[in-house]
């Protein structure tokens, strides 16, 4: 069974670009985190997904920055007009739906994606 | 709302006892400890869903005091592999907050 996939491991983008970054859950995975870490730091939530919802962003700019995890294929992270403040490493994880309450859900995370903003 | 560890970081010879600590000022209904290697995905260690519980894996285990709204992680004669940094984390409505990490390194 195959782990949460991000793509790509490591990003380079010159200021002004766009970054796309992608995760494709575990299966049978219908929920979806991604999370920011910045260099020697914590992970920040920014955004909570479910197939075809978003179910929280509260975490994530409200500029520049969109998520998307539809039907068919990965769940999406875009930042637009990429600036050297985004250059970090962003994580994905996926959950199971069987539990009643969201508290009991445990997150498998992927590798990584490390963006670099030249 | 991010839960709060304690120490920020502990050296440990192996086969010592290291104590790790979480609190929250928030109500706590879960808690998440999460072990993450330099440059690598935070693993999954362990859940306690009920004040009182307490986990054990091999060595490392964790209690869940939900009154005072923390949590411990206990690692036992520590071998070489546990190094790395400790998260603790909650749930509050939608979203999940990591501790604010405890790096923990074993030496020979």
């Known amino acids: 069974n195959a782990g949460v996939m991000q793509n790509p491991r490591h990003l380079v983008r010159r200021r002004g670009q766009e970054a796309r970054l992608r995760c494709s859950p575990m299966k049978g995975h219908s929920h979806v985190y991604w999370y920011r870490q910045l260099p020697e730091e914590g992970l920040k939530f920014m955004v909570y997904?479910?197939?075809?919802?978003?179910?929280?962003e509260s975490g994530m700019p409200k500029e520049r920055f969109s998520a998307e995890f539809p039907k068919e294929g990965p769940s999406i992270l875009r930042i637009q007009q990429v600036v050297r403040g985004d250059s970090a490493a962003y994580f994905c994880?996926?959950?199971?739906?069987?539990?009643?309450?969201?508290?009991?859900?445990?997150?498998?995370f992927g590798a990584g994606t490390r963006l670099s903003v030249l | 709302q991010q839960p709060v560890q304690s120490p920020q970081a502990v050296i440990l010879r192996e086969g010592e006892d290291a104590v790790i600590n979480c609190s929250s000022s928030k109500a706590l209904y879960s808690v998440h400890w999460y072990r993450q290697k330099h440059g690598e995905a935070p693993v999954f260690l362990m859940i306690l869903l009920k004040g009182g519980e307490q986990k054990g894996h091999e060595k490392i285990s964790a209690s869940f005091n939900e009154k005072k709204q923390q949590s411990s992680l206990y690692l036992t004669a520590s071998q070489l592999s546990y190094s790395g940094t400790y998260f603790c984390g909650t749930f509050t409505g939608n979203q999940f907050y990591f501790g604010t990490g405890t790096s923990l390194t074993v030496i020979p």
């Open positions: 997904l479910q197939k075809e919802n978003i179910i929280d």
């Open positions: 994880a996926s959950s199971r739906t069987d539990t009643l309450t969201l508290a009991k859900n445990i997150q498998y």
